[in-house]
């Protein structure tokens, strides 16, 4: 879209033999334009394009614009006023649009799903609704995952986590301000506002551009304040990836034929594991979304639903009115399903029973939080379940973790010293090294995506023996190593050695064994 303004306002600025000029909020959006407080100007009879700006712009902006635009772009330093001016009229048409959408998208039943714009209209008047809107749609649109508030004496600083790993985005001015804008975020999660001493979590969701995005918010108290986490949900990004499978993931060849393998036994327990935010859910939608072909009954229960698939029945979990996991797992069994999917194994009576669900005929995926295969028995144990009906019932546990890839469009051949080599058992002129130099495309990272690397352990008769015999991890290590498991280092090796990824990504999600 387009926002024609007043030529003469523009024309103080930009040559008028190539206007009359127009702002261009399609290619430049309007969160990235306040962000920046810079607009984009297109002359209509030239096609020439001027970033206008309140300030001296640094070569990666231009470098993010021109890519985003496909060609290169001069920059022009204005006035701040004029800008002001730009970004308000810009605004307002993104408003115009937006109501546009709203009448087109129904709200879905019994869930109160409010429109990004539509609180910008209702309260115009309140830059601490502005600032956060503004925040939530620059977090869309940068693929973050949360978006982290934290008070400060002065105010407070937001960061981004982008592919795994924690950005700076703004600060906010003055004590006041912050304080707003985190009783905004409680009071869109119908939360106890007057209540600063203790943490408190809540759910709110948004309508953009047409689309419906979850937002799980995490407050606590703080030195300065309260510190606010607030989760993204966006089911659209993973709809745009295209066809959800452990190919689009990432995993290996022998680690993807081993999970499908697993993911077709008639009976027992997958189990993946892995920390928050390693992908363990989507590794399970994209497996239940392969086997599905009809003739099974698949039933999941899920806090939230994430992803729908077609054809499976999707139970969300309702705390609030006593829809538990182990609640809705007990009600899911009577529904004769042939495969069964839990969100989470939080406690003993979920995990309870799921082992008994997989004992008497059905297949259980689940997520357990540990850091690596092994430590699953063990979370089992600590929770009081029968050892030998957890490995009676356990077919495989799958570590996961996401390692960020190597930006393609600035990826130099790189060659790591001797010593990096040796720590990581490797020769000089074994495997292909590359290393990201930082562009616009990855915002100077030298990072663009991630995929996920994996360890599967496979349970069989001789293992299953160790582990009821308490043998110590070192011996059941061993044995599953000589069965075939590949460590999860050494999966994530590989894949630095193939160029994909780099040594620092291999140290930051690894440990060192």
Known sequence: MSAALNAHSLADWLPADQGPWHLDFEHWPQAQAQRWRTVLA????????????????????????????????????????????WLG???????????????????????????????????????????????????????????????TARGATVRFRVDGVMAMVRSVDGAATAEQLVSRLKVMS????GERRLPQDGRFKLRVQGREVDFRLSIMP???????????????????????????????????????????????????????????????????????????????????????????????????????FSRGLRSILRHDPDRVMVGEIRDAETAQIAVQAALTGHLVFSTVHANNAFDVIGRFMHMGLDLYNVVSALNAV???????????????????????????????????????????????????????????????????????ARAPMSQIKEAARARGMKPLRAVALLAVCRGETTFEELERVTLDE
Request: aromatic share 4%; charged share 25%.
């Open 42 to 85: 297109v002359g209509e009879a030239s096609g020439r394009r001027m970033l206008l700006a309140e300030r001296e712009l640094d070569s990666l902006l231009l470098q993010s614009v021109e890519a985003r635009l496909q060609g290169p772009v001069r920059w022009l330093r204005c006035d701040p006023a004029a800008i002001t001016h």
């Open 89 to 151: 009229a810009g605004e307002a048409d993104f408003r115009a649009l937006s109501d546009v959408e709203e009448d087109s998208v129904e709200a879905e039943v019994g869930e109160a799903a409010e429109e990004l714009s539509a609180l910008r209209l209702s309260e115009q008047a309140s830059p601490v609704v502005r600032l956060l809107n503004a925040l939530l749609y620059d977090a869309l649109q940068d693929g973050a995952s949360d978006v982290h508030i934290e008070c």
């Open 190 to 193: 119908e939360l106890d506002i």
């Open 222 to 324: 703080s030195v300065f304040g309260e510190d606010a986490v607030i989760r993204i949900l966006d089911r659209a990004r993973i709809e745009q990836a295209g066809a959800l499978t452990l190919d689009s993931l990432g995993f290996d060849g022998d680690e993807r034929a081993a999970v499908r393998h697993q993911a077709r036994q008639p009976h027992g327990m997958l189990l993946v594991t892995g920390p928050t935010g390693s992908g363990k859910t989507t590794t399970l939608y994209a497996t239940l979304a392969e086997i599905h072909t009809g003739t099974d009954k698949i039933i999941t229960i899920e806090d939230p639903v994430e992803y729908q698939l077609p054809g499976v029945v999707q139970i969300p979990v309702n705390e609030k009115k006593g829809l538990t």
């Open 398 to 468: 799958l570590a996961q973790r996401l390692v960020r890839l190597t930006c393609k469009h600035c990826a130099r051949p790189f060659l790591p010293d001797e010593a990096t080599l040796q720590r990581h058992g490797l020769k000089p002129g074994e495997g292909t090294f590359l290393k990201g130099e930082g562009c616009g495309h990855c915002r100077g990272t030298g990072y663009k995506g991630r995929r996920a690397v994996a360890e599967l352990l496979k349970l069989d008769d001789a293992l299953r023996d160790l582990i009821v």
